[in-house]
């Protein structure tokens, strides 16, 4: 059974840092690509960050240069550095993996809880 559970996330100040953990079981996450997706209230889930099989890495123009995304095979854990966080980065923060349809990328397994991070001075 698979399961993703995201931690690390918490209250910090304008400008903070945070960095989220995603721990997989029942699967192996360096053969898919992992995305980090977050959903502010009222908003609908987005996409920020993607980590793909090969290593490549995708960010939304939102986050690009702020938020890097990384994971360890070995721990088969999936991560996602926040540096220089703004109010705007308030939200749930999930990891899913996505797979590729004809429709475009979609998101692979069931959302975990997430984890939450507010931005707040």
């Known amino acids: 059974q698979v399961q993703l559970v995201e931690s690390g996330g918490g209250l910090v100040q304008p400008g903070g840092s945070l960095r989220l953990s995603c721990a997989a079981s029942g699967i192996t996450i360096s053969i898919y690509a992992m995305g980090w997706y977050r959903q502010a209230p009222e908003k609908e889930r987005e996409l920020v960050a993607t980590?793909?099989?090969?290593?490549?890495?995708d960010y939304a123009a939102s986050v690009k240069g702020r938020f890097t995304i990384s994971r360890d095979n070995a721990r088969n854990t999936a991560y996602l550095q926040l540096n220089s966080l703004k109010p705007e980065d308030t939200a749930v923060y999930y990891c899913?993996?996505?797979?590729?349809?004809?429709?475009?990328?979609?998101?692979?397994?069931?959302w975990g809880q997430g984890t939450q991070v507010t931005v707040s001075s």
């Open positions: 899913n993996a996505r797979v590729p349809l004809t429709t475009g990328w979609v998101p692979l397994w069931s």
């Open positions: 980590i793909h099989s090969d290593g490549s890495l």
